[in-house]
T-cell receptor, first 115, second 117 residues
């Protein structure tokens, strides 16, 4: 079965703390894509990153970094030196290259960064 | 960047009436658009895939006669909630890709919060 699990429903941190959002996925496909999206209070989902299953290189973009480990089927997202503007719901998603090509979203992690 | 515009952002309607939600790709053409529904503090549930010039593809359990989708042009898809009831109250979000390919990211509208009284 295809599934994305974001076990952390809500996380609260104080500004400038580092925070890691976990994402674990399940699939039998060997080729797939993983995404992270941010949903601020305004409601629009904003694309953050895409990673394909053959590229296990970690990526850093400013204060954001992603750790993709196929061995544990995880695609975790770390925000360094968090800021209040990082407060949002973050979704991890999986899309397969077989079948219906639909996004499979996790249930999201609500991050609250307190000033 | 690619922009998807959704209108209205909020709508309140009475039970039994119909509501139309528009989704426009502003700076690209989209042969396919996707309609999602999001319940409070929950994930996004794909309702249907809107195809320009043809019938929409509905997900299992989604009533096509209740949620009418029309994709009349390459930049506009509409979702009409017919005979709305309080249980239809939800956050509806549309999305599209500006580049073909399943690995291309989706661009989302800012959503429509529907409240049926």
């Amino acid at each position: 079965a295809q599934k994305v699990t974001q076990a952390q429903t809500e996380i609260s941190v104080v500004e400038k703390e580092d925070v890691t959002l976990d994402c674990v996925y399940e699939t039998r496909d060997t080729t797939y894509y993983l995404f992270w999206y941010k949903q601020p209070p305004s409601g629009e989902l904003v694309f953050l990153i895409r990673r394909n299953s053959f590229d296990e290189q970690n990526e850093i973009s400013g204060r954001y970094s992603w750790n993709f480990q196929k061995s544990t089927s995880s695609f975790n997202f770390t925000i360094t030196a968090s800021q209040v503007v990082d407060s949002a719901v973050y979704f991890c998603a999986l899309i397969l290259t077989s079948g219906t090509y639909k996004y499979i979203f996790g249930t999201g992690t609500r991050l609250k960064v307190l000033a | 960047g690619a922009v998807v515009s959704q209108h209205p952002s909020r709508v309140i309607c009475k039970s039994g009436t119909s509501v139309k939600i528009e989704c426009r790709s502003l700076d690209f053409q989209a042969t396919t658009m996707f309609w999602y529904r999001q319940f409070p503090k929950q994930s996004l549930m794909l309702m249907a895939t809107s195809n320009e010039g043809s019938k929409a593809t509905y997900e299992q359990g989604v009533e096509k006669d209740k949620f009418l989708i029309n994709h009349a042009s390459l930049t506009l898809s509409t979702l009409t909630v017919t005979s709305a009831h309080p249980e239809d109250s939800s956050f509806y979000i549309c999305s599209a890709r500006d580049v073909d390919g399943i690995n291309s990211p989706l661009h989302f509208g800012n959503g429509t919060r529907l409240t049926v009284t």
